[in-house]
C-alpha cells in the first residue's frame, strides 16, 4: 500500500501540523528527563503543570499495578461502583474546602470543565430558572480545549478557526472588578456562573487583584450564580494549599481538578461540588443526570491517585511547595533588581518572570530553546517564562534553573 503521508502518524498537541522538529523523551526520573540521544533535562514545568512527585515514583506505579491486575478497568455507570474511585472521592472531598462535598471523576481538565459548565447550567435548569445560560470567563483565562472550555477561555487566539462556540458567554476583564459588577448589575438574573482560575496559569501566571476573589464571591452570591473555580494547575498542593481556594480564602460553588491529582501517572480529572449544589441534584429521587464519560472512576487512575496523594502528604510537599516558591521567586526578584527581567509574578511553587518590553512573543520562544538547549525546560506565555517544577525539586536544581534562564538572555537578547 502507498503511503502518501510526508509527516509522521502522530499530530502533536499544541503544534505546527507541517512541523517534525521535537525532542523524543526516552526516560524521566526525579525532576529529570532524557531524550534519545542521551540529553539530560530539569524539567522546570513539571511536564504540563502537573508532575507534583517527580518522576519514576514507585509508590505510584506499584498501585497502579496491583489494581491493574485486581481489575484492570469497569465503568462506573449506574449501577456499578469500585472501591479506589468511591475512595478516592471521599479523600479528595476531605482534602477539599467545600464541606459535604460529592465528587465527579472523569480522565482530564478540559472534561473537567465541560462538566463543570454543564452542571451550573443543570443547577438552575432544575430549578425553573431556565434563562440562566449565561456563563461569564475572564480574560487571559485558560479553561482547556474541549469545545465548553474553548468557548469559556479567554485566551483569544485559543477561540479561533473552530466556528461557532458556545452561546451565551461574556468575558469580564481579569484585574478590574467594575467590570464583573457592571455586568451583574446589567444582566445577573440570566448569568449561571463565573468561571475562574484563582490564580491564572497559562495566560502567564497572573494572581488575583487583592479583593477580586471576594468580591467575585459576593457577586456570585448576591444575583444567584455560581462561582466555579478552575483549579486544574492550581490544585493538589501547587500554591501551597491543597487548593488555591484555601490560599486565597474564597470557597466557590464548584472546583474543577486534574493534572496534579495523579501527578500525571494517569490520566484523570474531575469536579468537586458544593453541597449547595448536590442539594439541588439530590432534590428528586427519580432524576437521572445524563452525564459521564467513559472511563469515569477508572479503578487504575483512582489507584494512582491515592498514592500519590499519600506522597504528598507524607513528605509534606503542600509546605515545601513555599519553599521551593521563595527560592524560585528570589532567584527572579534578583534579576528584576539587575534590568534582566521586567516583572516576577507568581504564588506557592508556580513562578513567571516577564521580560523586557524589547522582548516579542517570538524572541521569548527563542530565550525558551537556548534554555532548552543548555538543559532546562521551561514554558514561554507569551512574553513571560513560566516554572512549575515538581514540587520535590532540590535547591541546586532551582539555582539551576535561575542560572540558565539568566544566561539564555544574555545570549538571545530582546529585538532591536
Excluded at 480545549?145 to 468575558?171: F, K, Y
Excluded at 462561582?227 to 484555601?246: C, H, K, N, P
Excluded at 521551593?324 to 508556580?350: P, T
Aim: hydrophobic share 40%.
Amino acid at each position: 500500500m502507498t503511503n502518501h503521508r510526508t509527516t509522521p502518524a502522530l499530530l502533536h498537541p499544541f503544534s505546527k501540523p507541517a512541523s517534525n522538529s521535537y525532542h523524543r523523551l526516552v526516560r524521566a526520573e526525579g525532576v529529570r528527563v532524557w531524550d534519545d540521544k542521551g540529553n539530560e533535562y530539569i524539567d522546570a514545568l513539571g511536564s504540563l503543570w502537573y508532575c507534583q512527585v517527580g518522576y519514576g515514583r514507585r509508590e505510584i506505579i506499584d498501585a497502579i499495578s496491583k489494581q491493574l491486575e485486581q481489575m484492570s478497568v469497569y465503568n462506573t455507570f449506574a449501577p456499578w461502583a469500585n472501591g479506589p474511585a468511591e475512595t478516592v472521592a471521599e479523600r479528595i472531598s476531605t482534602l477539599s474546602p467545600l464541606d459535604g462535598s460529592r465528587v465527579f471523576l472523569c480522565c482530564s481538565g478540559s472534561e473537567s470543565v465541560d462538566s463543570a459548565i454543564k452542571l451550573a447550567r443543570l443547577v438552575h435548569q432544575l430549578r425553573g430558572d431556565h434563562d440562566r445560560q449565561i456563563i461569564v470567563r475572564r480574560t487571559r483565562g485558560y479553561h482547556g480545549v474541549n469545545m465548553g472550555g474553548t468557548s469559556v477561555q479567554g485566551i483569544a487566539g485559543n477561540r479561533e478557526n473552530w466556528g461557532d462556540l458556545l452561546p451565551h458567554v461574556v468575558e469580564i476583564d481579569p484585574d478590574d472588578i467594575e467590570s464583573a459588577a457592571r455586568l451583574f448589575a446589567e444582566s445577573g438574573d440570566r448569568i449561571a456562573a463565573v468561571i475562574s482560575e484563582p490564580m491564572q496559569g497559562a495566560g502567564g501566571v497572573h494572581t488575583p487583584v487583592d479583593g477580586y476573589l471576594e468580591r467575585l464571591r459576593e457577586l456570585c452570591t448576591a444575583n444567584g450564580a455560581l462561582l466555579m473555580f478552575d483549579e486544574v494547575i492550581s490544585g493538589f498542593g501547587r500554591t501551597g494549599s491543597w487548593f488555591a481556594s484555601q490560599t486565597y480564602g474564597v470557597t466557590p460553588d464548584l472546583i474543577t481538578f486534574a493534572k496534579g491529582v495523579t501527578s500525571g501517572y494517569q490520566p484523570m480529572g474531575g469536579v468537586i461540588i458544593s453541597r449547595g449544589v448536590c442539594d439541588v441534584l439530590e432534590s428528586d429521587p427519580n432524576f437521572l443526570m445524563r452525564h459521564g464519560y467513559t472511563y469515569s472512576g477508572h479503578p487504575a487512575a483512582a489507584a494512582a491517585a491515592l498514592a500519590n496523594i499519600d506522597i504528598i502528604e507524607n513528605e509534606g510537599l503542600v509546605e515545601r511547595a513555599n519553599h521551593v516558591g521563595e527560592r524560585l521567586s528570589a532567584g527572579l526578584d534578583s534579576m528584576v533588581g539587575d534590568g534582566i527581567l521586567k516583572e516576577v509574578r507568581g504564588v506557592g511553587a508556580v513562578w513567571a518572570g516577564e521580560l523586557p518590553e524589547t522582548y516579542s512573543d517570538a524572541r521569548a520562544l527563542e530565550v525558551r530553546d537556548h534554555m532548552t538547549s543548555n538543559g532546562v525546560i521551561c514554558r514561554a506565555a507569551g512574553n513571560s517564562m513560566v516554572f512549575c517544577p515538581p514540587l520535590v525539586i532540590d535547591d541546586a536544581d532551582i539555582d539551576c534553573c535561575i542560572d540558565t534562564l539568566a544566561q539564555a538572555l544574555s545570549v538571545v537578547g530582546g529585538d532591536q
